[in-house]
Structures are given as structure tokens and as C-alpha cells.
């Protein structure tokens, strides 16, 4: 078995005290991961920055390693000392068990280094054994991302719209704008799939911009048509990362001019999650858009604190 070893907070030692003391704390994590080997059949080396691997080849298969994973996190649980500074530092753990069989060396490495991260986002500091479907959904997860921005830019993106009925007569008065990506390998994929990624890696800007362009462009078109019909609105989910974005309001404001649609045609959905112990320099920008005329709507109410 394996155990992938990775530092947590070690970055902040180093940017803090220095590259040396960082060494040097690198050095004595490596004397202590030495001190958990207990037998010929197993061994530790340093992959590179703050990264471990432990191996053991015994026949006790997961409890073997699993008791080394064990030792490993007993072994940083106390303090080091460097340089008259005692320094706390704790590691996560990914564990791969059982022979490799028909798998590569990179691809146990693979495995262990998923599985490692998913230690580190369960809170650090702990082990987990490795899953063949969480490793496949990592795996498809670092795929969505990578693919991210060339499918904005093949238009592989469209949008749903859901229509919003008035509930005394039946009659519709709007539609929400829900987007959906048409990946080519896995189909359509719903906003729970991609957003998050998007999220995480700046893209929902552009996206939640382009998202707005075609909604009020179709709310527009809808109210040319049927222009006797009664006045026709728009919803547009806003992400938390677009509500701090500095562009906000000017970018908003653009797409309402270009397209000719009044303002109060259009609401801005804003989860309650979003919202939670929000400041003023968040709620301004959406002050400046309500004093316009845009609607501003609460999503997802009482999924928060609020249902307490």
C-alpha cells in the first residue's frame, strides 16, 4: 500500500518565516516520517516541495497501511522547534491499498494524489482511502474545468427558460434564464455540474455576462413580438462571485442599453447564501441597480439561516 503525504499550511510557514526555515522544517518532517519505519518492507522518500509518499509491501493489505497512515499523522501531531520557534505542522493523506495489478506507477500516484485532496478538503490533518468512483469523478471534474473556457468561446453554452406563471390566472408574465452546457462527451450538463467550477476558477464572469447578454437579448425579442401582450420580464441568477465584481453595475447597464430593454423588466436573483453577513461595499452595487429599477430577488430563501 501507499500513503501520499502532503503538509497542509506548509506555504504559509514558508511566505511567513522564510524558504530556510522552511527547509529546514522539511528536513525534520522527513527525520520524523523516517521514524515510522518499522520493518525492511517499508520505506518513505520526498516527491518534491512538501510532498511524501510512504510505501509498504506486507501482507496484511489495508491494515498495513492504514497503521503507517496512523503513525504518520502521530508522528507530526507534536511540535517542531526551529530556530527557537516551535512550529505546529499537520499533513493529508491519500492511501492506496492492495497491489497495483494492472495499474501503472502514475497511476497509483494518480489515485493517491485525488485521494489526498479529498483528505485536505474534508479539513486536513486525517487520511482517506481511496474510491475508483471518486477517483473518476475527480477526474471528470478536472476535465469539465479544463474544458471551461474553449466552450464558452465555441458557444457550447444556451439557455432554458423557465416560465414564470401568475398563479390567480395562468397567465405567463416572464421566464428565468437557467443555463446548460452541451458538452460534447458527457451531453447536457446542468448548472450543478459546471457553475462551481466556474466559480473556482474566475470563468462565471464572463459566463454570467454572457448569460445576462442572451437572456435580456430574448426578453426583448419575446416583448417585440407581443407587444400587446402586457409587459414581459427576465430572471437572472447573479453568483456570489459576480455580486463582488467591481464591473457589476457598468456591465449591467451596457447590456440594458444595447439591447433596448427597460430595466424593470429585468430581476437579479441573489441566493440568501450570498447574502449572509454581507457589507456595504456589496449591497451598494446592488442598491445603484434597484435605484435603476431593477428588480432585486431573494433565490433559494430559508435554505440559510433564515429557516432558524
Request: glycine share 12%.
Amino acid at each position: 500500500g501507499l500513503c501520499y503525504l502532503d503538509l497542509d499550511g506548509f506555504k504559509v510557514i514558508n511566505d511567513s518565516l522564510g524558504h530556510s526555515t522552511g527547509d529546514r522544517l522539511l528536513v525534520e518532517v522527513a527525520d520524523r516520517l523516517q521514524s515510522c519505519v518499522t520493518g525492511a518492507n517499508e520505506m518513505v522518500a520526498r516527491l518534491g516541495g512538501d510532498e511524501f509518499v510512504a510505501l509498504t509491501t506486507g501482507s496484511g493489505g489495508e491494515r498495513d497501511v492504514t497503521d503507517l497512515a496512523d503513525r504518520i499523522l502521530g508522528a507530526l501531531a507534536t511540535p517542531l522547534r526551529i530556530d527557537g520557534r516551535e512550529l505546529t505542522v499537520r499533513g493529508s493523506l491519500g492511501v492506496v491499498e492492495g497491489p497495483a495489478g494492472e495499474r501503472t506507477p502514475a497511476e497509483v500516484l494518480r489515485s493517491a494524489d485525488i485521494t489526498m485532496y479529498r483528505a485536505k478538503s474534508a479539513g486536513g490533518n486525517r487520511f482517506e482511502l481511496a474510491d475508483p468512483e471518486a477517483d473518476a469523478r475527480a477526474i471528470t471534474r478536472h476535465g469539465l474545468t479544463t474544458a471551461l473556457p474553449a466552450a464558452l468561446e465555441r458557444g457550447e453554452f444556451f439557455i432554458e427558460y423557465q416560465p414564470l406563471v401568475h398563479l390567480g390566472d395562468g397567465s405567463v408574465h416572464g421566464a428565468e434564464a437557467l443555463v446548460r452546457w452541451c458538452h460534447p462527451q458527457h451531453g447536457v450538463l446542468g448548472p450543478d455540474r459546471f457553475i462551481p467550477l466556474a466559480e473556482d476558477t474566475g470563468l462565471i464572469v464572463p459566463l454570467g455576462r454572457w448569460v445576462l447578454q442572451e437572456a435580456v437579448r430574448q426578453a426583448r425579442f419575446w416583448q417585440t413580438r407581443h407587444a400587446d401582450g402586457g409587459p414581459l420580464r427576465i430572471n437572472v441568477n447573479l453568483s456570489p462571485t459576480q455580486l463582488h465584481h467591481p464591473r457589476l453595475v457598468a456591465d449591467t447597464v451596457d447590456v440594458l442599453e444595447r439591447s433596448g430593454l427597460d430595466p424593470g423588466a429585468l430581476c437579479l436573483e441573489v441566493t440568501e447564501s450570498a447574502l449572509i453577513g454581507a457589507d456595504e461595499g456589496l449591497l451598494k452595487p446592488l442598491r445603484q441597480l434597484a435605484e435603476m429599477g431593477v428588480d432585486i430577488a431573494l433565490d433559494d430563501f430559508g435554505t440559510g439561516y433564515s429557516n432558524l
